[in-house]
């Protein structure tokens, strides 16, 4: 039996740089990677199962239980971003871990052309799966948040995304992830090692908090709040008492993308200055 | 020339368990990026210890309420209306009324009628009107019927029910040289005695007499993370005052400048007293200001991710580099390859954790109190419980993200599931609540954060209303009941690693 020479699809000649071609390649190791898939539907599971619980445990007794439906029925975030991050940190620390960015960096000399094409790819499957999680954690909370007492005699209004600062808050949730996707993307890129890059990324997001706390210094407690990337990204789901958020929800969501534009740019610039 | 073919100084098939622990300790300390990673471990935990900045306007003694004759800090202001007493006597009275004021909180500033469960009105025996004294009382209460106390820790349950005009109550106090027994009784005819107490260092004289006092009002409700408060006044009304010795003039003293709530003090009609007061006269709680010296350790997450990256990579770097295969082939017995791995691990580990801690909580207090910060006073043994509760919760974390790494063979894999078994609770039980306070105490018993429980210096009494909550730095499990939960959650997961191991292909 004779086999057939493996012919490429593109004629000889084409310039396999390309960026289109390059967003193509991504897009085939993404999809055919085993554990994309699942970690993509871990995102979704976690995000909205912790959100339930959230919504489903929080009762209001009063008009001035002081509760924020929004952080409430979004709260999965917590735990949904970790997963996000193991996906990232695996989209370039896997090809690391098997020796495979050998092969993607010869047929992809372009270092940042390949590192913008798997940023293009990670932002496009984690904005499907985001918002998928951020749409069942609204649904969870329409459900189960009029039952525990937020209800119009509490002056709470039924979840809606009609609403303009609940659509803001869940708009904000889902680039929220994304942008956490993106930072993990970066800071692998710069580390390599997915253990470690991993670890990184949820010291991040997970310590400033645990320090924002230990100081007692109430400007210093602000100043930190607003550089955490998890604080004050998660400000983007405040709708109420604004006035005490430590900072604005778009300036909040801005300094996790300042994050994650550093990490990218610091990833960017060790793959072309390093040997891969 | 005859080459003599190198012989293992071990005969087949027979090796010891101290062979594999100094062959898993060889691969260890080889690795230059995991030493470095454990040195790191050691010097976040202790480096975090200095960066929390923490300033405060007091020094140390400036700062310290009154400390009890245990040397705990104690609330002592109460309404005082008092006489002396030299050498032995008895004081007997019947309190007809407990009323009291709360504030009204949600419907803005003033106060409503209402009264707090811990509200006091009583007589007591005490060793001067200085706040931190020794003393003993009989009292009535707002929702804990007649008590006992003593000293400010101790509390004995007397006659339930409340206080009322048809349901009066009879207190006694009798002292007899350094001992005083408290009596009760609903018809001032039968008496049945509560507790005898021993008084150590009660002066000849000591200041006798009625008292009222009512702490702090405290609103938590249920399936919500917050609580809200204020000051709350007592008044108690007491008649057939009964002293065994001739007696003099009553005095009135606001013992310990009172607690907040308007107008204390007392009015007397004929032979009735009416005595308005507020404060306490209980151990100090959290909530009166000051830190703990788990606040020296907020290194310990940094360091406990540190150390999990490292023992998930002493695992799965075997799995990448399939060195699993020559280290199965040298100790077929699976269990013991990874019985000698969680050693490793698990030694380095804590010590790293002990060198950190200790150096975070001995030089951590010294920074705390030259910036004027009021430190929750802690023995010696409950620091050395601290900073060894420290390290072992670090080398738990080190051993479960190893286990992990067996199970699931990724490093990333076990270090991001490592880090939100253990962190991820604390993060949304204690540092910011998110979670209503059952759920809450709830997850604090059964997640691997429970271990953080060791870290706690703080003692919850019952006998005073707080919220006792983790962010308050009361968890809802005793120091080593919170690292058993840990310990548990260690073994499920060395358990599970020891079965997937064997069962699987390597």
Not at chain 1, 16 to 25: C, D, K, M, V
Not at chain 2, 151 to 161: E, H, I, M, R, S
Request: charged share 10%; proline share 5%; with cysteine.
């Amino acid at each position: 039996m004779r086999h057939a020479p493996l012919e490429t699809q593109l004629p000889l000649g084409t310039r396999y740089t390309e960026t289109g071609h390059t967003l193509h390649a991504e897009w085939t190791k993404a999809r055919t990677a085993g554990g994309t898939f699942w970690l993509l539907l871990g995102v979704i599971v976690a995000t909205v199962a912790l959100g339930a619980v959230v919504s489903a445990a929080t009762k209001c007794s009063s008009a001035t239980c002081g509760q924020d439906p929004a952080k409430v029925s979004l709260a999965g975030l917590y735990l949904g971003q970790a997963v996000v991050a193991v996906t990232a940190v695996l989209a370039i620390g896997g090809e690391y871990g098997t020796g495979m960015i050998l092969v993607t960096l010869t047929a992809v000399p372009r270092r940042s052309t390949m590192l913008a094409a798997k940023a293009a790819i990670l932002t496009g499957s984690l904005l499907v799966a985001a918002t998928i999680a951020v749409l069942g954690s609204v649904l969870a909370g329409r459900l189960l948040l009029p039952g525990n007492g937020f209800t119009t005699a509490h002056g709470y209004q039924l979840l809606s995304l009609t609403d303009g600062p609940y659509l803001r808050a869940a708009v904000g949730s889902v680039l929220y992830l994304v942008l956490i996707g993106l930072l993990g993307l970066g800071i692998a890129t710069a580390i390599r090692d997915s253990a470690v890059a991993v670890g990184v990324v949820l010291g991040l997001l997970y310590l400033f908090p645990v320090l924002e706390a230990a100081v007692s210094s109430s400007s210093w407690h602000r100043h930190l709040e607003q550089i955490s990337p998890m604080t004050a990204g998660l400000a983007v789901q405040a709708t109420s008492s604004l006035a005490s958020s430590p900072i604005s929800p778009w300036a909040g969501l801005g300094v996790l993308a300042a994050w994650a534009a550093g990490a990218l740019l610091v990833g960017a610039l060790v793959l072309r200055l390093r040997d891969a | 020339m005859i080459i003599t073919p190198y012989q293992s100084r071990f005969r087949e098939g027979s090796y010891r368990f101290t062979d594999l622990l100094h062959a898993e300790w060889t691969k260890f300390r080889t690795v230059r990026g995991w030493i470095i990673g454990v040195v790191v471990g050691a010097l976040v935990v202790a480096a975090f210890a200095f960066v929390t900045g923490q300033q405060g306007s007091c020094n140390v003694s400036a700062c310290t309420g009154p400390l009890g004759p245990g040397g705990e800090q104690v609330s002592d202001s109460f309404y005082f209306v008092h006489q002396p007493l030299t050498g032995n006597g008895s004081i007997t009275a019947r309190v007809t009324s407990l009323t009291g004021q709360v504030p009204t909180l949600t419907q803005g500033p003033g106060m409503r009628p209402g009264l707090v469960p811990w509200a006091k009105a009583g007589i007591i025996i005490k060793a001067s009107t200085t706040p931190g004294s020794a003393y003993a009382a009989m009292m009535v209460t707002g929702s804990h019927g007649v008590r006992m106390q003593d000293d400010f820790t101790q509390d004995v349950a007397g006659l339930p029910g409340a206080v009322s005009a048809t349901t009066p109550r009879w207190l006694r106090l009798t002292r007899s040289g350094d001992t005083v027994t408290g009596y009760d009784s609903a018809d001032g005819t039968h008496w049945t005695r509560v507790d005898t107490v021993t008084l150590a260092g009660l002066p000849s004289t000591a200041q006798v007499g009625l008292f009222a006092t009512s702490p702090g009002f405290l609103q938590t409700s249920l399936g919500e993370a917050s609580a809200s408060g204020g000051p709350s006044t007592a008044t108690g009304v007491f008649d057939k005052i009964d002293l065994t010795w001739s007696g003099g003039s009553w005095a009135g003293t606001d013992v310990g400048g009172g607690g907040g709530g308007p107008t204390p003090g007392f009015t007397q009609t004929a032979s009735t007293f009416s005595i308005t007061g507020s404060g306490d006269i209980a151990p100090s709680v959290s909530s009166s200001g000051g830190v703990t010296i788990a606040e020296t350790l907020v290194g310990t997450f940094a360091g406990l991710i540190v150390l999990v990256v490292v023992g998930a990579m002493f695992m799965t770097a075997e799995y990448r580099r399939r060195l699993i295969a020559t280290t199965l082939i040298a100790a077929p017995r699976r269990g013991h390859v990874l019985a000698a791995k969680a050693v490793v691990t698990g030694v380095v580990s804590f010590v790293a954790g002990l060198v950190g801690a200790g150096l975070a909580v001995l030089l951590g207090q010294r920074v705390l109190r030259d910036d004027g910060v009021y430190l929750f006073p802690a023995d010696a043994l409950t620091q050395v419980r601290v900073i060894v509760g420290t390290a072992a919760v670090l080398a738990l974390s080190a051993v479960i993200a190893l286990a992990i790494g067996v199970i699931l063979r990724r490093g990333v894999g076990a270090v991001a599931a490592a880090v939100v078994v253990i962190v991820l609770p604390y993060l949304l039980t204690v540092t910011a609540p998110i979670l209503p306070i059952g759920l809450n105490d709830w997850l604090l018993r059964v997640t691997p954060t429970s271990a953080f429980a060791v870290q706690q210096t703080l003692i919850q009494y019952p006998q005073v209303d707080n919220t006792y909550s983790a962010s308050y730095g009361y968890y809802p499990l005793s120091p080593w009941a919170g690292l058993a939960v840990l310990c548990a959650w260690t073994a499920l997961a060395l358990g599970l690693a020891a079965y997937l191991l064997r069962r699987r292909d390597a």
